[in-house]
């Protein structure tokens, strides 16, 4: 079975494709998009700023994270 994970975090967006066979886990991608370099432009994690930033990368990373790992939704 394959799992899909997602992550996100003030200034982080994560997508992690893991595969789990028994009691066994295996990360087979873990892709992160940092806006840091954004934030750091206002002192600081702007709400906003931070929510139009997952929104923009969300899509790709999970792209590459799936490519990655060889897998298909």
């Known amino acids: 079975m394959y799992l899909l994970a997602f992550e996100s975090s003030c200034d982080e967006t994560a997508a992690a494709v893991i595969e789990a066979e028994g009691n066994r886990l295996r990360i087979l991608s873990d892709i992160v998009a940092s806006s ?8 600081g994690v702007v709400p906003e700023i931070a929510s139009r930033a997952h929104s923009e990368v969300i899509s790709g990373i999970t792209d590459e ?3 990655k790992a060889g897998v298909a939704l």
Do not use: E, Q, T
């Open 65 to 67: 994270a799936l490519k």
């Open 36 to 43: 840091a370099d954004i934030h750091r432009l206002f002192g």
